[in-house]
C-alpha cells in the first residue's frame, strides 16, 4: 500500500451535441495544463479519522462541510465495497483539489468522482477491476446529476471519445478519435444547473426527430471509424437538446453562427452547458476563435477559453509516495 497517491481526471464534453446522454469526449489543453480536478489520498497514524481536505480554484464555489461534497461519499462508498472484498481498510485523509467549476458543462462532478474512485483504488494497489471501479463511478455521480448515465465519467475515467452502451456486461465502447482537430471550449461563469437543463427537455419526441437522432448518431460513429471528417463533423447536430437549453446560454446561437463563419467545423454546448465547443482543423482558426470568444462570449473574469486536443489517458497519477 502507497503512503500517498495523487489522481488527476481530465474534463470532457458529454453529449458531443449528436449523442445525447450517449457519447462522451475526453480533451487536455495542448498548453500542457491539467484542466481537471485531482484527488490526493494519504494514510493517517493509527488512532486517526479518516479526515477531508478542500483545495483549488473552484473550491469556494463547494461547501466546505465534508458530509456535502461528493468524494466524501466517494470514500464511503469504496470503503463498503472492499468489506465486501474483504479488504482490510485504513484511515485516509481525502484532498479534493478543485480546479473546474460546477455546473460547467464539463464533467465537474465527473471529474471529482473519478479522480477520487481512481485514487483510492490505486492507494489500495487496485483490488478493484476497472468494469466494477465505472459502475461504482456512474452510480456515485448520479447522486449528483440526479440520473445515471456514464456520457462524462466513461470518458473522464478511460479518456478518448466513449459510446455509451445500454448493457449489463459493458456500460461503454471506444470509439476511434480525429486525434488532429481542435477543441476551442469557452466557459462564461454563468450558472446553468444540470437538472434544471434536463427539466427543460420535454419528456416525449416525435418520430421524425427520433428518426434523424438515430441516423445522424449512427452516421457519425461509422463516419469515425472510417476517419471520413468531413461527414462525422457534419452530422454534429443537436437534436434532442440544443433546441431547448440555447436560451439558457449567453446569446448562444448568435455565437454558433460567428464561430461557423469562422470555419468551424461544428459547434455546440458541451454537455448542458453554459460552456460550448467549437472544432477546428488548423490551430490558427482555433487561436482566432479564442481570441474572439474572450472578447465576446465570456460574462466575467472567472471565465475562460481554452484551446484542447483529444485526451486519450483519461485519468492518471500525477504523483506517488511510497
Not at 82 to 97: D, F, G, M, P, Y
Not at 266 to 282: K, L, N, Q, W, Y
Request: hydrophobic fraction near 40%.
Amino acid at each position: 500500500m502507497n503512503d500517498s497517491v495523487t489522481v488527476f481526471a481530465p474534463v470532457s464534453i458529454g453529449n458531443v451535441s449528436v449523442g445525447f446522454d450517449s457519447l462522451g469526449l475526453a480533451l487536455k489543453p495542448i498548453d500542457g495544463d491539467l484542466l481537471g480536478d485531482s484527488v490526493t489520498i494519504e494514510a493517517l497514524k493509527d488512532g486517526e479519522d479518516n479526515a477531508f481536505e478542500l483545495t483549488g480554484t473552484f473550491a469556494d464555489r463547494l461547501p466546505k462541510d465534508k458530509e456535502s461534497n461528493i468524494v466524501w461519499h466517494v470514500l464511503h462508498a469504496f470503503e463498503r465495497h472492499l468489506e465486501q472484498l474483504n479488504v482490510a481498510t485504513q484511515k485516509v485523509r481525502i484532498s479534493l483539489h478543485k480546479n473546474i467549476p460546477v455546473c460547467s458543462g464539463l464533467g465537474s462532478s465527473a471529474c471529482s468522482v473519478v479522480a477520487a474512485f481512481d485514487a483510492l483504488n490505486q492507494f489500495y494497489q487496485s483490488p478493484i477491476d476497472q468494469s466494477t471501479l465505472l459502475r461504482l463511478m456512474g452510480e456515485s455521480e448520479a447522486e449528483i446529476s440526479g440520473s445515471l448515465h456514464y456520457d462524462n465519467v466513461a470518458p473522464c475515467y478511460l479518456g478518448g471519445l466513449q459510446l455509451m452502451l445500454h448493457g449489463q456486461t459493458k456500460v461503454t465502447q471506444s470509439i476511434p478519435v480525429f486525434e488532429n482537430v481542435y477543441w476551442v471550449l469557452a466557459y462564461p461563469d454563468v450558472l446553468v444547473s444540470t437538472q434544471a437543463a434536463r427539466d427543460l427537455l420535454p419528456k416525449h419526441y416525435d418520430r421524425a426527430t427520433l428518426i434523424r437522432f438515430g441516423q445522424n448518431l449512427a452516421g457519425f460513429v461509422a463516419a469515425s471509424y472510417e476517419q471520413n471528417l468531413a461527414l462525422a463533423f457534419s452530422l454534429i447536430t443537436d437534436e434532442v437538446a440544443e433546441p431547448y437549453r440555447a436560451g439558457l446560454l449567453p446569446d448562444y446561437l448568435n455565437t454558433q453562427a460567428q464561430l461557423k463563419r469562422m470555419n468551424s467545423l461544428a459547434v455546440g454546448i458541451s454537455g448542458s452547458g453554459p460552456t460550448i465547443f467549437s472544432a477546428c482543423v488548423h490551430l490558427a482558426e482555433a487561436q482566432e476563435q479564442a481570441t474572439w470568444l474572450r472578447e465576446n462570449y465570456l460574462q466575467s473574469e472567472h471565465g475562460f477559453v481554452t484551446i484542447c486536443q483529444v485526451d486519450q489517458q483519461g485519468s492518471r497519477i500525477i504523483k506517488q509516495g511510497i
